[in-house]
């Protein structure tokens, strides 16, 4: 079975320009959840899509927004690339019924690099 | 509000020591799930474990064993005869069983086992 995909797995972008990272979950899974990694602040919630809605979302500004197609796959964008938003962007997806607590699997990120 | 905190930073053992990464949580809920993750270099976090907060019984998985204490609020994470190929950042992470409610990460400890 294949686990969650993303691309791309590496990118470099300039301030000011925006991003779209993609996210295919493991097959069957309808939740996909979104987490920034960074130095500084560690591992933090972006927001999550269940059935193509966002079910909830984290404390980070406007630019940041993704959405959800009919297959689960997923995508998030950045605009106005900041030089802080450079971090490993990680997509996870969960088991079917989309119940809290099922198991979650992480992809293997995406790279992003704002200079 | 919840939190998870691992105190250790960093650890470096010699190969075939055994090892315990600590970790300790803080949640007013009285069901959740705890988790261990483990992210080598490449960035993917790769699952270990998921325990439930009504399910105290110690977990063994061939060198990995969890010590779950509820009355310490601790989920602690031993590998017994490390090799190099543990190295990597382990991360515990706490999630409400109620509701649609994301991870929360504790920072994280860096595992390296030098041969």
């Known amino acids: 079975k294949a686990g969650v995909t993303q691309t791309p797995r590496y990118l470099i972008k300039t301030r000011g320009q925006q991003v779209t990272l993609s996210c295919s979950p493991i097959?069957?899974?309808?939740?996909v959840s979104w987490y920034q990694q960074t130095p500084g602040q560690g591992l933090q919630f972006l927001f999550e899509?269940?059935?193509?809605?966002?079910?909830n979302k984290g404390n980070f500004p406007g630019r940041f927004s993704g959405r959800q197609f009919s297959n689960s796959r997923s995508e998030m964008n950045v605009s106005t690339l900041e030089l802080g938003d450079s971090a490993l962007y990680l997509c996870?997806?969960?088991?079917?019924?989309?119940?809290?607590?099922?198991?979650?699997?992480f992809g293997e990120g995406s790279w992003l690099t704002v200079v | 509000a919840q939190k998870v905190t691992q105190a250790q930073t960093e650890i470096s053992v010699v190969e075939k020591e055994d090892v315990t990464l600590d970790c300790v949580y803080e949640?007013?809920?009285?069901?959740?799930?705890l988790f261990w993750y483990k992210q080598p270099p490449s960035g993917e976090l790769v699952f270990l474990i998921r325990?439930?907060?009504?399910?105290?019984q110690n977990e063994i998985s061939g060198r990995y064993s969890w010590n779950f204490q509820k009355s310490t609020s601790s989920f602690n994470f031993t590998i017994t005869a490390s090799q190099v190929v543990d190295s990597a950042v382990y991360f515990c992470?706490?999630?409400?069983?109620?509701?649609?409610?994301?991870?929360?990460f504790g920072k994280g400890t860096r595992l390296s086992v030098i041969a």
């Open positions: 996870a997806s969960s088991s079917p019924s989309g119940n809290s607590g099922n198991t979650i699997y």
């Open positions: 097959s069957g899974h309808r939740s």
């Open positions: 899509y269940f059935s193509e809605t966002q079910r």
């Open positions: 949640t007013r809920d009285t069901t959740y799930y």
């Open positions: 325990r439930n907060s009504f399910d105290e």
């Open positions: 992470a706490l999630k409400k069983s109620s509701g649609n409610t994301p991870l929360v």
